[in-house]
């Protein structure tokens, strides 16, 4: 048994019966649960999806670390190719 206190009560139920009415009034979600559900897959079309997009992330990463040198003489001018990198 739930028990109100002033307009709170009464203003909790007003919004919970608009609630359900709006959903009632809703068409029926099943083309969207549809679209939306889990597509069938096999698992061998799962792990090569799986494996390219490690295969990627890693070539991005070379990517990226070939490009830093650029990026860098870019920023700080060519007093960083005549730098010695190790002391």
Request: glycine share 6%; charged share 20%; proline share 7%.
């Amino acid at each position: 048994m739930r028990s109100c206190r002033g307009a709170s009560c009464t203003s909790r139920s007003r919004h919970s019966e608009y609630l359900i009415a709006a959903l009632e009034a809703l068409p029926s979600l099943g083309p969207v649960d549809r679209m939306f559900g889990m597509p069938r897959m096999r698992r061998l079309a799962i792990s090569i999806l799986v494996a390219l997009s490690i295969l990627y992330a890693a070539l991005e990463g070379f990517g990226i670390a070939l490009l830093l040198p650029v990026l860098q003489h870019a920023e700080n001018g060519p007093e960083v190719v005549h730098r010695p990198t190790r002391a």
